[in-house]
């Protein structure tokens, strides 16, 4: 195994732990890795298996994060590779000014943003990713689809050494070419998110679907065709548009958890309804997936997992 070392720099303010946990979710995630001080990632660069480690050696206001590459065949194409991905997985090139100074005429939203001011908005990788995480995820808990990542991960991804055990390569679209749903049930899905996980897969690779034929779409857009795909809804489609297409106005209105935190946030008694959500959500003047990171920090926090 070889190295690539080298330095990325993030928009200031910047945290590394906090994106690390928008991402990691649970400690049991087998696939992005963070032990307090490194964050790791097996990744697919220039048609390599590597595995990325950072740490943030400069402050939040200063954030400079050194980047080691370990691989088979090292070259300049692979560092470029990586920056680029870096940069989109982290969030690092996201502006957040306009967030924090929304933040700062509402009471509320500032004590929130404050706590957790330098997360930035991560992005799941690919599409396939992104689409697979919104299925898993639907009308389960954030522990038991986390349980079932990693049984997927490590059925059809590629294990990775990293400091302390194994990580694991998350399955691309190819990977699942030919694998029945019967098959990928084993890993602890529904029969029906094992046909939607199987045919979305089959549609990308027949497709050659990827992020960028979203990229000048519009919400409505982009949402319709999203739907388009089987075991797709509208918190599925609200979900990747967020998390997979980087549209940070969307909040994901059906995500059951993240109207529970939102809830408990605002000492609402009992649940907000449609209308009081969508009053709530026009008060962040185009800021509601940005929003939902935080809320994701803020449950976080109540768990005991990040201070």
């Known amino acids: 195994m070889r190295y690539i070392r080298f ?19 649970r400690e049991a995630n087998r696939i992005d890795s963070w032990d307090g001080r490194t964050y790791r990632r097996a990744m697919i660069l220039d048609s390599q298996v590597v595995v990325v480690s950072l740490e943030q050696i400069g402050a939040a206001e200063q954030p400079e994060l050194e980047v ?5 065949n090292p070259s300049p194409r692979i560092k470029q590779a990586a920056e680029s991905a870096l940069i989109r997985l982290l969030g690092l090139n996201v502006d957040m000014s306009g967030f924090y100074a ?17 997360v930035k908005p991560p992005l799941y990788p690919t599409l396939f990713e992104s689409i697979a995480n919104a299925i898993v995820f639907q009308q389960i808990s954030l522990d038991a689809g986390i349980s079932i990542l990693n049984r997927f991960a490590e059925s059809y991804g ?4 990293c ?3 194994k990580c694991y390569l998350f399955p691309e679209a190819q990977r699942l070419a030919g694998v029945g749903a019967d098959e990928i049930r084993r890993v602890g899905l529904t029969a029906n998110k094992a046909r939607a996980l199987s045919e979305c897969a089959g549609r990308i690779i027949e497709q050659n679907l990827s992020i960028d034929d979203f990229v000048k779409m519009d919400n409505e857009m982009a949402f319709g065709e999203l739907v388009k795909l089987r075991g797709i809804g509208g918190w599925s489609a609200d979900y990747i548009l967020l998390r997979g297409l980087g549209r940070y106005d969307v909040f994901p209105r059906g995500d059951i ?10 000492n609402f008694e009992g649940r907000l309804s449609n209308l009081e ?31």
């Open 102 to 118: 929304a933040a700062t005429v509402d009471v509320q939203l500032a004590s929130l943003v404050e706590k957790f001011r330098g």
């Open 7 to 25: 330095s990325l720099y993030a928009s200031p303010p910047f945290r590394l732990d906090l994106t690390a946990w928008v991402l990691r979710r």
């Open 68 to 72: 080691n590459i370990a691989c088979e």
């Open 277 to 307: 959500l969508e009053n709530i959500i026009s008060r962040w003047r185009g800021y509601g997936g940005f929003v939902y990171f935080h809320l994701l920090l803020h449950g976080l926090a109540e768990r005991g997992l990040i201070a």
């Open 163 to 165: 400091a302390g055990g």
């Open 257 to 266: 958890g993240a109207r529970t935190r939102l809830d408990r946030w605002l």
């Open 158 to 161: 590629v294990p990775c050494d």
